[in-house]
């Protein structure tokens, strides 16, 4: 399937360039803050986390770990081929 092909707009004069110009580089700016905003969020510091709520992290990372070792052996024996790519051959 191909993508659908959006029109590209037509520029007649250099005031028609600059006015695109100026509505991307809005819109660069929006998407940067909104950005630097999701991204700032995921590494807050939780001042009043207690000792429940540690422990749960504790578990979830380490679920999280053992879930990433277990897909990594699963791909190493599926595709083992790509993985003996990157290693470099003795002799």
């Known amino acids: ?3 659908a092909k959006t029109p590209q707009p037509t520029y007649h004069t250099l005031e028609d360039i600059r ?3 100026d509505e991307l ?3 660069l700016q929006t998407d940067k803050k909104e950005f630097y ?3 700032s969020s995921l590494f807050v510091k939780r001042e009043n986390a207690s000792r429940g709520d540690y422990i749960a992290s504790m578990v ?3 679920v999280t770990i053992i879930d990433l070792f277990l897909l990594y052996r ?3 024996k599926t595709y083992g081929g790509v993985f003996s790519l990157f290693r470099r051959k003795k002799g």
């Open 25 to 27: 580089l809005d819109q």
């Open 19 to 21: 006015r695109r110009k």
């Open 37 to 39: 905003t999701l991204w």
């Open 1 to 3: 399937m191909q993508p």
């Open 60 to 62: 979830t990372n380490s």
């Open 74 to 76: 699963k791909l190493k």
